[in-house]
Every structure is written in C-alpha cells, then in structure tokens.
C-alpha cells in the first residue's frame, strides 16, 4: 500500500491508519485485561527511546533553597527550579503512562510513580523537604512528579512530558549536583538521562528560586513584542508532533485522567533585561493554597477573569475554544495561564534568570472542523516590556490523549 503523506497532520496515511487502528483496539485490550503488564518483554529491534532533560538548560544554576535548618513550621522557600524531561518512543513499544493534571504522591517517596513506573529521577545529594526531614541523596523522586502529558510524534511512537516543581533545598555549602533519570520501556529497553547542576546563590544573594523573580503584581498585558522584553520559548509540544484534542462529542466533558486532550505545553521565559518576571513558583500568595498544592501555580477560580495571580504577566491563548472538565468555556483568544500546573526558576549560563511554566491541557479543544491549532505564549515583565512565541500545531486522529500510551498496571 502506497504510503501518503498528509499535510494537515504531518503523519503518513499509512501511519494514521496504523494509530487509528491500534489504539481502540488496545483500549479494548485494557478493558478486556489483555494488555500486557510493564514487566513483560516485548521482542523488538528497532530504536530504544530517548530521554531529554529540558529543564534545567545545560549549564543552568539553581539556588539552594531557604529551608536551611530545622525550622519548626514548613517552610516551602526550597530550589524552586522546574524539571521537565521529554520521553520520545520510535516504535510502537510502549511506555506506560497516565496522563494527569497530578500524577503527584509524596507518600510513595522512594517508590515508582504509579502512573510512570518505567520513570527514575534522582539526586546524588541529600534534599531538605518543606517540614525539614531529610530526603536520603539517590532516593528515586519519581512520585514527586506533578504532571505528564503526551503528544502524537509522527510515525508509530509518541512524545511524554513529565513536570516537577522542586520544593525541597539542599544543604548548605553545595556547590552542585548531577540530576539523573531513567525510563524503561515494555521491552526492558532502559535509557539514562544526566545534567550537572551549579548550586549557588543568585542576584543579591537570592537562595531560593522564588527569590529570583519578583512578588506578583498587577500586569498590564503588552500587546506589541518589545525588544527588551523577555526571550519567549515554547518547547512543548515539539513541532512536527500532533496533539490531541480531546472527545469532540458534543454533550460529553472531559473527565481527566480518563479523557481530555492531556498534551504538554512548556513555555520558558528567559529575562534579558533583567526588569524582572513576576511569579510566585511556589504557589504562595495571600489568597492561599493549601499545603498538598503547593509547588503548583494553578488558579482555578481565575479561568473566568483571564489573569492567573500567581504569575499575572503570562497569557498563553489558543484560537480555538477550550471546554474544561467543570464544564466552564474558555473562549479562543482567552487567557490560558490560570490553568498552569507548574513554575521554576533558575540562572541562565548566561546569567540571567529563566522561568519555565508548564501545563498539562486537562480540557478538550473545540475545533469547529479546524485541523490545526495555534497557540501563543506571550509573557510581560515587571516592567511592561512583553516577548512571545507561537506555534501552529496539527490535531491527531487519535481524540482522547490517554489513548496514545497503555495505562499502567
């Protein structure tokens, strides 16, 4: 069978027949309990995956956090950097994954992240947590995670997202440390990802990644791109990847982690001018988030008003609408940011600070017959001065973005 290729999607006809095919029937594989479990070998020949650490950048500096001591109450001033990791496949040998705006489960420190088992991360120092207890260096970080979302790469394989906003500091005295992380496909397939941290302090002895950017304060958003505005970036999803758009059946909300579009945006702002990104990455602010959602910039009760508080000066738009799981729309063109799941902040190589916000899109895209999606990110420091990025992405013919991987069990 001759192989088309399709411009609106970037996918081979063959390949998109290949995904339409596969994944209902491994839908029904999972109800049927006939999917494999993740330690069972699957004989394969073709590429392993590949394992990108994304966040930090190469060369980056991260502040050793506030909770230097043993402090009676908690104390969430820790690193305050964002990890995310890009998990590639180029075969149809899966890795298990449930994507989820949380994915997060403290009491599981140690342990694999159930919703990622094939994942490891870890430290090669020892972690202070917010309460002051002591997370042993090696430990796996796994369950620490927040979110993970997928987007359809073309050809038989797909891209998986995963996002941690580090609470926890590191002893005083430390000068770096080696991120490493694994992951392990269905065949046994295990490949490692490494970065060398610098640790030291920032800009006016900041300790903490919260300490590098400014407190929230009300933004007026620029409409112009300036440019001394910040360096805007959208790694995620990564072109020529398709998404997914979410059930486009009319009457039926997305119910995540069971269905909803649950593709990753990542978008990094890199403050040049060194005016000044105003963000609260730890999720403090006066209007309050309880303990277990800290390390998390999500502003619910905002999806209406437009402005998420704990990072006013970010506005990431679709242009189509976008239908949350309260049944709540937010309008094209409407403000995305309150919806966010993540922030950090680190030191450039350069020198400068740079804040990377990431989001796993719980909602489903209403496309009205659109076959591509655009989405900006603009962001606008404490100055005014704003910079963006946009990026066109194709929709994938699979709906529901937790089709694209096999739960795990």
């Not at 190469?58 to 502040?63: L, P, V, Y």
Request: charged fraction near 15%.
């Amino acid at each position: 069978m001759q192989s088309i290729f399709n411009q609106h999607t970037g996918i081979s006809s063959r390949a998109q027949s290949l995904k339409r095919f596969l994944l209902p029937v491994a839908a029904c594989a999972l109800l049927l309990g006939g999917c494999k479990k993740d330690n069972e070998a699957i004989a394969d020949t073709s590429a392993p995956p590949v394992l990108n650490i994304v966040s930090p950048v190469e060369g980056a500096t991260i502040m050793p956090g506030g909770r230097l001591g043993n402090a009676t109450t908690a104390d969430y001033n820790g690193t305050g950097f964002a990890i995310n990791l890009e998990i590639v496949t180029k075969d149809t040998v899966t890795i298990p994954t449930k994507e989820s705006l949380n994915i997060r489960n403290t009491a599981a420190l140690g342990q694999p992240n159930v919703n990622l088992p094939g994942f490891t991360a870890s430290l090669d120092v020892d972690l202070i947590k917010p309460d002051g207890g002591t997370i042993p260096k090696g430990t796996n970080l796994a369950s620490l995670f927040n979110i993970a979302g997928t987007d359809d790469t073309p050809g038989p394989g797909v891209t998986t997202w995963v996002s941690w906003h580090v609470l926890e500091s590191v002893a005083a005295g430390t000068t770096s440390c080696t991120l490493t992380t694994s992951v392990t496909d269905r065949a046994g397939r295990k490949v490692t990802a490494t970065r060398l941290l610098k640790v030291g302090p920032g800009p006016n002895g900041a300790l903490s990644g919260e300490a590098l950017t400014p407190a929230p304060k009300p933004i007026t958003y620029g409409t112009v791109d300036n440019p001394d505005g910040p360096t805007v970036t959208m790694i995620a999803p990564r072109t020529p990847s398709s998404i997914s758009p979410g059930i486009q059946t009319a009457g039926v909300l997305p119910a995540p982690p069971t269905s909803g579009a649950l593709f990753f945006i990542q978008v990094s702002a890199l403050d040049k001018s060194r005016n000044g990104i105003n963000v609260a990455e730890n999720g403090d602010g006066t209007f309050g988030k309880p303990a277990a959602d800290r390390g998390t910039i999500e502003d619910k009760t905002q999806s209406n008003a437009g402005v998420n508080r704990y990072v006013p000066g970010l506005k990431v738009t679709f242009d189509v609408p976008l239908l949350q799981p309260n049944g709540n729309v937010i309008p094209a063109g409407g403000n995305l940011a309150p919806v966010f799941n993540t922030a950090g902040s680190e030191l450039d190589p350069s020198g400068f600070v740079r804040t990377t916000f990431g989001w796993s899109v719980g909602g489903t895209l209403q496309l009205g017959g659109k076959t591509s999606v655009t989405i900006k990110a603009a962001v606008t420091d404490a100055a005014g001065k704003t910079g963006s990025a946009t990026q066109v992405v194709q929709i994938s013919p699979v709906a529901n973005g937790q089709l694209l991987t096999p739960a795990p069990r």
